[in-house]
C-alpha cells in the first residue's frame, strides 16, 4: 500500500512537471519578451541555470535511493547437499497459496512472507473470523504441515516466525 502511494505521488510529479514544461515552451511564441528574458538570463547569469540543474539532479538521487531501498529483494539462502541456494519470497509465498487453496478450499486465506536477517522466514496469514478451538486446530495443523512444506520443497530446516492476524 505505501509503495502504491509514493509511486501515485511520483506519477503526479512527473505528470505535472511535462505540462510545466509543455506550457513554458509553448509560450515563447506569444510572449517576446519572455523569450528575451529568459536568452538574457542564459547569457548572464549561467550559474542560475546550473543551480536548477544541481537540485533537479538531486531530487533523481533522492527518488532513485528511495525506490531501490524500497525494492531491494532480500532472498532466502538455503543449503541444499552442501550447496547454498538463494531463493525469492514469491516462491515461498506461491507454495504457500497452493497449500491454503488444497488444504482449506473454503476459506480465504492471504498469506505474506518476508526473509528476516540471517536467512528466517516470517509468514503473517490473514485468517478470517474463526472460533477460539478451530484457530486453535488450524494453527497446529498449519504449523506442523508448513514446516514440512518448507522442508520438502526447499530443504528449508530452520524455525519460522508464524504469525496470525486475526
Known amino acids: 500500500m505505501k509503495t502504491n502511494v509514493i ?28 523569450s528575451t528574458y529568459i536568452a538574457q538570463l542564459l547569457i548572464n547569469k549561467p550559474q542560475v541555470f546550473f543551480s536548477i540543474g544541481l537540485i533537479l539532479l538531486g531530487i533523481g538521487a533522492l527518488f532513485f535511493l528511495g ?46 512472507v518476508k526473509v528476516l536477517p540471517d536467512s528466517y522466514l516470517e509468514i503473517s496469514v490473514s485468517l478470517p473470523s474463526l472460533s ?22 526447499l530443504a528449508y530446516k530452520r524455525k519460522f516466525i508464524f504469525t496470525v492476524l486475526v
Do not use: T
Request: glycine share 4%; proline share 4%; hydrophobic share 45%.
Open 132 to 153: 477460539d478451538l478451530e484457530r486453535d486446530i488450524f494453527l497446529e495443523k498449519a504449523e506442523v504441515e508448513i514446516g514440512k512444506l518448507l522442508e520438502e520443497k
Open 7 to 34: 509511486l501515485s505521488v511520483l506519477h503526479l510529479f512527473v505528470l505535472f512537471l511535462i505540462f510545466g514544461c509543455g506550457l513554458f515552451f509553448l509560450s515563447f511564441p506569444w510572449a517576446p519578451e519572455f
Open 67 to 112: 525506490f531501490y531501498a524500497q525494492h531491494r529483494h532480500r532472498f532466502l539462502s538455503i543449503e541444499m547437499k552442501g550447496f547454498y541456494c538463494d531463493v525469492d519470497p514469491l516462491i515461498v509465498e506461491r507454495y504457500l497459496q497452493n497449500y491454503w487453496k488444497y488444504s482449506y478450499p473454503d476459506m480465504e486465506i492471504r498469506s505474506n
